[in-house]
């Protein structure tokens, strides 16, 4: 069962999991879908906030400069 691009250890757990039930198979393959698409969802949500971060951190940065701050 080697997949081009698979890992060892992915190839191993994918063995470990090919050991279990079929309704044991679908929970586990249900479950890493639904991570990896939540992954995929922070990635593009952080992506777009980049650019309000930066206007944050500006900010805070002017009101260190400014004195504005305590430390």
Known sequence: MSIAGMTALLE?????AS???P???DMLARW??????SERRWEHLFAQSTDV???LADEALAEFRAGRTQG
């Open 23 to 25: 309704p044991e198979q």
């Open 12 to 16: 191993q757990a994918f063995i470990e």
């Open 19 to 21: 050991k279990l039930s």
């Open 32 to 37: 890493i879908l639904e991570e990896l698409a």
């Open 53 to 55: 971060l930066e206007q």
